[in-house]
């Protein structure tokens, strides 16, 4: 997890495309200028990156489903809840699944667990559309290198 460039996701440890579901994990690092502010003398990761996380957890399922022929921006985030805490040096789990489909949009239902428990959950949309740049896509296929996206899957 690299806070400062929003690379919020370390690696994907289970992609099922049949089920339609993905999970990855990120460590929260131990040091961050996020943290000095959020909050001195006791940091916690911001609720608005544990959003951010579950989204790049939900777009990375939402490539593989879509071949790689597409790119997912989130659209609208629905009864995101924030249960526990989370602290620097955490590992995460995130799982993410599919509920709905259509018209170019896409829901998912997201959760983080931070040592065993429940942090958060979220059911996110997405829009998706073709890649709007050549630029965008070398640089996503080069993020999807880095965290185990399936190298058959990059070039369909």
């Known amino acids: 997890m690299n806070l400062e460039y929003f690379h919020l996701i370390d690696r994907i440890a289970d992609l099922h495309l ?22 001195p003398g006791y ?9 951010e996380t579950m989204a790049q957890s939900s777009g990375w399922l939402l490539i593989a489903l879509m071949q790689f022929q597409r790119m997912p921006f989130l659209a609208a985030v629905k ?25 170019g949009y896409t829901m998912t239902e997201a959760n983080i667990k931070a040592g065993g428990k429940l ?24 993020m999807a290198r880095q965290i185990g996206f399936p190298e058959q899957m990059i070039h369909g």
């Not at 940091?43 to 959003?51: D, F, K, R, S, Y």
């Open 18 to 39: 049949e089920e339609r579901r993905i999970t990855v994990e990120a460590r929260v690092p131990e040091t961050s200028t996020i943290f000095e502010g959020h909050f």
């Open 79 to 103: 009864e995101a809840k924030m249960r526990s805490f989370v602290t620097p040096g955490e590992m995460l789990t995130i799982d993410v699944s599919v509920i709905h489909e259509g018209s």
């Open 43 to 51: 940091p916690l990761m911001p609720g608005v990156l544990l959003i």
């Open 119 to 142: 942090a958060c959950n979220a059911t996110l949309t997405f829009r998706h559309v073709s890649f709007p740049h050549t630029d965008l896509r070398g640089h996503m296929e080069t």
